[in-house]
């Protein structure tokens, strides 16, 4: 009962004291001041080790912030970042983890009435680039300079003694971003909701609402509900990420040079890195993902001509490389699955190159959270108050790259594809 009554936010622990954040951010590209409109930052837990964490209740009431909403949240968005955060997690991808999710026993109203519920966040700081934006929107550097320094010594303390650390500052994130966005498009994942209060300094993934993986590998895949115009499509991720970090390095300008043409130079040098950095990191996690050790002139020109032969094809993105993965020590198989000249020119290209079939089947997720499957965990739950189906999907997420013949039924994608799946934001 102590358990549920603390993720509940009906106790609070000695020592805490709940804030709810302020913070500003680009929302779909335009500028909007913020803060927490349904959370609420119990404290920092010390673990034992010296690490330091947020622990934060989501769906929790009203603040400040909430500006005219009601502060909750429902049962099935919750779920749904439980369910998706800890994949992510197993998946060996940065990211806030859920912790705990309690139902309220009060309906949360939105189309219809649906059950209300809590979800206990833990994350290494909720420090966003909004964060920086709210704190530029003050007069003055001194708002910004505060919270640089906090998060250098609370994220990057080896750069405290630089001689340039808030340029360097900026380079770190820069460097944590380009990594996280190309660890996302290795496992097909679309944030769906890519604000710049949607990212962290500290370079872990958060904000589960509209999310979801992609099946058929297709740039331009879109679920989110909001996401008319397709700005943040899986393949405009690394785009947006860049784009959100020049807005990091607007509000670190002042701190840069007193002189603004060398501030600017100074933040056009490093933003000039993100690129180069993404690349860097995607090509090394393609390379594991077809077993490439080493490098190869030819590898990218490899790796395009299979991701142009999927896009062609309709081919499953988890799938074709789970399956490539199994047919690297012997290709007969993978003959069969996949039919065409050009796969097979491609195949034999491929195999000259002596894939390593550990490497693959170590890096290519066998168990994703397929779309189908999470709604269909989250339909048992809010409709009967059922959990078997959210744990048993649970368990093959937890492990995803270990095939088991208990867990064959989250293997596969949808027999027939909804290509008109929408995610929603939940508020």
Request: with cysteine.
């Amino acid at each position: 009962e102590s358990g549920a009554a603390l993720f509940a936010g009906n106790f609070i622990p000695d020592g805490a004291e709940p804030i709810a954040q302020a913070y500003a951010g680009h929302q779909f590209g335009g500028f909007r001041m913020l803060g927490d409109g349904r959370a609420h930052l119990l404290g920092e837990h010390l673990t034992r080790a010296g690490r330091r964490f947020d622990i934060q209740l989501k769906g929790s009431g009203p603040t400040p912030f909430s500006r005219r909403g009601d502060g909750r949240a429902a049962l099935g968005p919750m779920l749904r970042e439980y369910i998706i955060s800890e994949a992510m997690h197993a998946l060996k991808i940065p990211t806030t983890r859920s912790l705990a999710v309690v139902t309220t026993g009060q309906p949360t109203l939105r189309e219809t009435p649906l059950p209300g519920a809590i979800l206990t966040r833990v994350a290494s700081s909720h420090i966003r680039i909004g964060t920086f934006e709210y704190a530029s929107s003050i007069e003055g550097s001194a708002p910004v300079r505060a919270l640089s320094d906090y998060t250098i010594q609370r994220h990057y303390p080896e750069l405290a003694s630089h001689t340039e650390p808030y340029v360097e500052l900026l380079r770190a994130v820069i460097e944590r971003q380009a990594s996280l966005l190309a660890k996302w498009m290795h496992v097909g994942f679309i944030h769906g909701v890519m604000n710049t209060d949607n990212m962290t300094l500290s370079g872990e993934t958060i904000d589960y609402g509209p999310c979801a993986f992609m099946s058929k590998y297709s740039p331009p895949t879109v679920f989110s509900s909001i996401d008319h115009d397709g700005r943040y499509a899986f393949g405009n991720q690394p785009r947006i990420a860049a784009w959100n970090l020049e807005r990091l390095s607007e509000s670190l300008l002042p701190l840069f040079s007193a002189e603004e043409d060398n501030a600017i130079a100074k933040a056009e040098e490093a933003l000039s890195a993100f690129a180069p950095t993404f690349q860097r990191c995607w090509l090394e996690g393609m390379r594991a993902k077809l077993g490439l050790r080493g490098e190869n002139a030819e590898d990218l020109t490899l790796i395009g001509s299979l991701l142009r032969w999927m896009d062609e094809h309709g081919a499953d993105y988890t799938d074709t490389f789970r399956e490539l993965s199994k047919s690297a020590s012997n290709g007969s198989r993978i003959g069969d699955l996949f039919k065409g000249e050009a796969f097979q020119d491609w195949h034999k290209r491929w195999q000259a190159r002596g894939p390593s079939q550990e490497l693959m089947l170590a890096t290519n997720p066998a168990f994703i959270p397929r779309n189908h499957r999470v709604e269909e965990a989250l339909a048992a739950a809010t409709d009967f108050g059922d959990y078997t189906v959210m744990n048993r999907l649970l368990k093959a997420l937890k492990s995803p790259f270990q095939e088991s013949a208990e867990d064959s039924a989250y293997l596969a994608a949808p027999d027939i594809e909804d290509e008109s799946y929408k995610t929603f934001c939940g508020t």
